[in-house]
């Protein structure tokens, strides 16, 4: 079990340009959530998709940020036009369940640097 | 909406002594779990302990929290540290809502262990 795969790990982009994220969760699980990681704000939920479906994307910037689960086994995070601030470790988890006690299991993460 | 609150944000204790991590929360959701992650440096956040009953001790890798309803609290404690337990420490909770089970993560306790 090689767990949640991210790619890339870094990414830099210039302010404006586009940054696809991509993430391969555990063989298995039903569940993919997306969560940003910085400094200041912590670790802060972005979207859910539970078997390809999207759930929930209330934590998801509503103008740029998008999300899609094509198949079971990637889904990816697409950002249009970056800014500085959208410099982040972007984490990628996976769940086999569909209860609150679950363990979600973390990719390393992609960190993104908007220069 | 759900929220975590970890007070501390840096943590430092000597080796060999005892050390809490303070988590309060709030949430309207009855049915609910409570985790804590550890993150050590350049890597994911993986699962420390987890509970969703009141009142009952849960212990793992020789730390131990208890959840108390009454109080809203999930305190993390280890009666002894290690210089290896220098980490970032995330308190979590997770609810059945309408949405499913995402995480909704306190701002996080940086552990750090003196020799």
């Known amino acids: 079990n090689a767990g949640v795969i991210q790619t890339p790990r870094h990414k830099v982009t210039g302010k404006g340009q586009e940054a696809t994220l991509w993430c391969e969760p555990i063989?298995?699980?039903?569940?993919v959530f997306w969560y940003r990681q910085t400094i200041v704000q912590g670790l802060e939920f972005l979207t859910y998709?539970?078997?390809?479906?999207?759930?929930?994307d209330s934590g998801m910037p509503k103008e740029r940020f998008s999300a899609q689960m094509p198949n079971q086994s990637h889904s990816t995070l697409k950002i249009q036009s970056t800014q500085p601030q959208d410099s982040a470790v972007y984490l990628c988890a996976s769940s086999s369940g569909q209860q609150a006690n679950y363990e979600q299991y973390f990719g390393p993460g992609t960190r993104l640097t908007v220069l | 909406g759900d929220s975590v609150t970890q007070t501390e944000g840096l943590v430092t204790v000597t080796e060999g002594l005892p050390v809490m991590l303070n988590c309060t929360y709030q949430t309207a959701y009855s049915d609910v779990a409570f985790f804590w992650y550890v993150q050590y440096l350049n890597e994911a956040p993986k699962l420390l302990l987890r509970?969703?009953?009141?009142?009952k001790r849960t212990e793992h890798q020789g730390f131990h929290a208890t959840l108390h309803k009454s109080s809203s609290s999930f305190h993390l404690q280890k009666s002894s540290v290690q210089l290896s337990d220098s980490a970032l420490y995330y308190c979590a909770l997770s609810d059945r809502g309408n949405m499913g089970y995402k995480l909704t993560f306190g701002t996080g306790t940086s552990l750090l262990v003196d020799p």
């Open positions: 509970s969703s009953t009141d009142n």
């Open positions: 998709f539970r078997n390809q479906a999207p759930i929930d």
């Open positions: 063989s298995g699980h039903s569940a």
